[in-house]
Structure formats: structure tokens, C-alpha cells
């Protein structure tokens, strides 16, 4: 499966982390090999990436999660609603806080990325962690995702 560079938009500072439209096609393609039948719901449906200060997520996260403090990363699906094609959501990172918790978690801030991007993006494709046996099911997935990319199990 093909993403097209004009499907994935990236923007903001990413503070000197590496994220590009081939990098998050190759999440996307690491998923579609562990769960195929995800191909459905990401096929031809855009995705935005923005990353932001933490100062902003913390605004975000308090007015969409009602949690005052600032968070790494935050995905907002797709309503349904949209003027052409149907974008499957928009992620939003801070990339201080992936920094800051890679150096404290001693991973590699690309992999730590790496790893929270496959997390958002299940989260645009409808998956969650509220319950034990969805949040099971959803970190297999990342795991076996990061696992095709040579990327360590991040749990």
C-alpha cells in the first residue's frame, strides 16, 4: 500500500527530532503488516501531524481531556465531517516532552517518537486503552509494529 507525501502533513517545530511523510508512511506500512485489515481505515484518508510547544498541549489536553497539565502526545479523530477527502485525524506532539521522557526512560528519542506516533495512529483507527483487554490488545499491536522496524518493546 502506497501513502502519498500529499496524505501525511507535518508541521510546527520538531525541536531537532526526525519525522518526515516517508517515516510516518513507514509506521503506517509497519502497522498495515501486523493488523492488515487496518488498511481499510487508513487507505486514502490524510493524517495531520503538528508538533507543538508544551504550553500548547497543555491547553489542548485541558480542553479536550480536562486534565491541566501538559501530556506528549494527543490524537483527535476524525468526526466524520470534511470538505473532500475524509482525514483520518490529527495528532498533536511536544516534542520537549519526548525528549525529556526518552532521556528519563534511557530510549532513543527517534524510537520514542516512533513509538508514539503507532499509538496515536491506532488511536485514529479507533483503539483505545481505557479497558485491560483493549489496552492489551492495542500494545501487542505497537509492540509487534515496532518490532518490524527494529525498534526494542517500549513497555
Known amino acids: ?61 485541558s480542553e479536550f481531556l480536562k486534565k491541566d497539565k501538559p501530556t506528549n502526545v494527543l490524537s483527535f479523530p476524525s468526526t466524520g465531517l470534511s470538505f473532500g477527502d475524509e482525514i483520518l485525524g490529527d495528532i498533536a506532539i511536544c516534542p520537549e516532552i519526548i525528549k525529556k521522557e526518552a532521556a528519563i526512560q534511557n530510549k532513543e528519542e527517534q524510537d520514542h517518537l516512533s513509538h508514539l506516533i503507532i499509538h496515536s495512529l491506532l488511536h485514529l483507527a479507533g483503539y483505545d486503552h481505557h479497558e485491560a483487554d483493549s489496552a492489551k490488545q492495542m500494545e501487542s499491536l505497537e509492540v509487534k509494529a515496532l518490532k518490524k522496524l527494529g525498534i526494542a518493546n517500549p513497555y
Open 1 to 61: 500500500m502506497s501513502f502519498a507525501k500529499s496524505q501525511i502533513f507535518i508541521s510546527g517545530n520538531l525541536e531537532g527530532l526526525n519525522c518526515t511523510e516517508k517515516s510516518v508512511s513507514d509506521l503506517i506500512k509497519a502497522l498495515l503488516q501486523v493488523k492488515p485489515d487496518l488498511k481499510k481505515i487508513f487507505k486514502d484518508r490524510p493524517v495531520n501531524l503538528s508538533f507543538i510547544s508544551k504550553k500548547t498541549i497543555k491547553e489542548l489536553n
